[in-house]
DNA sequence: GAAAAGGAGAATA
DNA sequence: TATTCTCCTTTTC
């Protein structure tokens, strides 16, 4: 193999991530504030770097020191068709290549939240759920949640990316062919090529892809989904300023010098979205000595720590405003057009089937059937995406998904952004969305609910609120989750938070796990819940057949 | 010390 | 009225 460059190309945006992502593994992995806390505004059109439409963000690593030890795996991720890339670039494509094929967000002018659709019906080759897997398994375990049936992450049997974790046959030199759906009318995207190449250069550290989305001409909003990170529309690019430096020879990065990329070096840093999908570090090289991969729990003072000039937080509210503003708006839109609450345990069956119809519609699924969606949204969220699937075998995961993005919109802990209602801009120009003030933030509606006197999804039970929690793994994972979904065994991770998010959803902000236990032990004698076989400290069973 | 278990009364929808 | 919250004591891990 012949090393051209080392190079990483790291076309990194998340946003909402997820718990977390999610998280997966979703505290707010990928947190949003977490990102904008790293926003760099001097790269945004009117700021000192040059800028063009272009959509890739890329960095370049040092040049390696030691690299007998230091192992390091290069990523390139080009979005334009390969021959074209080649052309354009001066970086030699070995047969190492992979390419494949992503959704261009941008080609989603009727999604619900105006961002993105994760499949085509014209791709050929994957299920719609396999293009949701743009990940690579490390073949380590406790690379995923412990939920399968549950799992964003887990790739179909049928998935390319399943057949060899870490053999030969991944992925080589396969080219997904997707035609661009000739519907102009469609929700659907059109698919734009990327091209992966890794190169592993020792084998200590499993190789690891994030196929991330991005492309658009403006920055609207993001959202996640199945375990990919979130995009942004950029309506700038970092492509170019990015090449000039490759074109200095000895071109370092300087970590802390302003100016100098340091939006990239701080979403190199940002391993929130690592901890949202469970996914393992990768060692660039970069900043060596700098980085935690692990995110702790605070993780954001971690971050900024590592950044001696911490971006101040009035340079970034106007890019949070505007992704939580554009984000508020399409889904305000939608809520005014269905006549719903954007808090999907709010709707009652009506609503439901109005919101499914709808979704499938603008993702071009088939007709749902209506018997299958006849449940209040308090049962809808508590759904899983096995349920999900078993309704709507065709597009249940986008269903979900879909949902996944309404909740995490509305959820308050789910990635650092509150739901703002119009009247709380002010406090989201604050800058501060921290877990505390969470509270004070009310729910955006078409007739906006005041926070003090509203219990939003008050007249949910606990255990569909567990459940609700439990089917959003990316999300809540870390603190609550599965340890046998058919049995309905599941544990709780971290107490506190559980508690936390249930005073919340209740407006009890005294709830602690002490009176929320004794409420899951009055579901003992009324066969909701028990403990299981061999009693567990925070580990609970559903009684069937609730465990459904 | 934290979690579990359960009694008892209050608060809420 | 059903459900959950709250406070409490005792036991278990």
Redesign the pocket.
């Known amino acids: 193999m012949v090393k051209t460059k080392p190079i990483i190309e790291y076309p990194f945006v998340s946003f909402q991530m997820p718990q977390t992502v999610p998280s997966a593994g979703f505290t707010p992995p990928c947190d949003y504030s977490n990102f904008a806390e790293i926003f760099d505004l001097s790269l945004l059109p009117g700021g000192d770097q040059p800028v063009s439409p272009s959509t890739l963000f890329y960095t370049q690593s040092p040049p390696p020191t030691d690299k007998q030890t230091q192992p390091k795996i290069y990523t390139t991720f080009y979005s334009n068709p390969p021959e074209k890339q080649q052309a354009e670039s001066d970086i030699e494509l070995g047969p190492d290549f992979q390419t494949l094929l992503v959704p261009s967000p941008n080609n989603y002018p009727n999604s619900p939240v105006g961002a993105l659709s994760p499949y085509s019906p014209q791709s050929q080759g994957l299920s719609p759920n396999d293009q949701f897997t743009t990940y690579r398994q490390s073949g380590e375990a406790n690379f995923y949640p412990s939920s399968p049936e549950q799992s964003l992450y887990t790739p179909s049997p049928n998935s390319i990316y399943s057949r060899s974790p870490c053999g030969e046959d991944y992925l080589q030199n396969q080219y997904i062919k997707t035609e661009p759906y000739s519907n102009s009318t469609s929700p659907l995207p059109n698919f734009s090529p990327f091209r992966i190449k890794e190169e592993k250069l020792l084998t200590s550290y499993e190789p690891i892809i994030v196929l991330f989305h991005l492309s658009g001409t403006q920055f609207e909003s993001s959202q996640r989904y199945n375990g990919c990170a979130g995009i942004i529309r950029q309506h700038y690019t970092l492509r170019q300023l990015l090449e000039e430096d490759l074109k200095k020879p000895d071109a370092q990065i300087v970590p802390d010098k302003p100016k100098d990329h340091q939006l990239l070096r701080e979403v190199l840093r940002d391993t929130s979205f690592q901890k949202k999908y469970n996914i393992k570090p990768i060692d660039f090289g970069l900043f060596s000595g700098e980085i935690k991969m692990e995110e702790p729990e605070g993780g954001q003072e971690d971050l900024m720590s590592t950044c001696n000039e911490p971006i101040p937080r009035e340079n970034i509210e106007p890019v949070l405003n505007l992704a939580i503003e554009q984000m508020r708006k399409d889904v305000d839109t939608t809520c005014a057009t269905l006549g719903i609450s954007p808090d999907p345990s709010q709707w009652d069956a009506a609503n439901v089937l109005s919101w499914i119809r709808w979704t499938s519609r603008q993702f071009g699924l088939p007709e749902p059937v209506s018997e299958d969606w006849d449940m209040p949204g308090s049962g809808l969220v508590a759904l899983s995406e096995e349920d999900f699937t078993r309704r709507a075998p065709q597009g249940g995961m986008i269903l979900h998904a879909q949902l996944e993005i309404w909740k995490a919109a509305y959820s308050e802990d789910d990635f650092g952004m509150n739901w703002l209602p119009e009247t709380a801009s002010s406090n989201a120009s604050s800058g501060d969305v921290s877990d505390e003030d969470e509270e004070e933030s009310g729910p955006s509606q078409v007739e906006p609910v005041k926070p003090s006197t509203s219990?939003s999804g008050?007249?949910?039970?606990?255990?569909?609120f567990l459940k609700e929690l439990l089917a959003s793994p990316q999300t809540h994972g870390s603190c609550i989750r599965w340890l046998d979904r058919s049995k309905g065994i599941f544990k709780?991770e971290d107490?506190?938070k559980v508690a936390r998010l249930?005073?919340k959803?209740?407006?009890?902000?005294?709830?602690?796990?002490?009176?929320?236990?004794?409420?899951?032990?009055?579901?003992?004698?009324?066969g909701?819940m028990k403990?299981t076989e061999r009693?567990?400290?925070?580990?609970?069973q559903f009684c069937h057949p609730y465990n459904m």
């Open positions: 219990r008050s007249h949910i039970h606990l255990w569909q709780i107490s506190v249930w005073g959803r209740k407006n009890r902000p005294a709830m602690n796990y002490d009176k929320l236990s004794r409420s899951i032990r009055q579901y003992y004698k009324k909701i403990k009693s567990q400290r925070l580990v609970y």
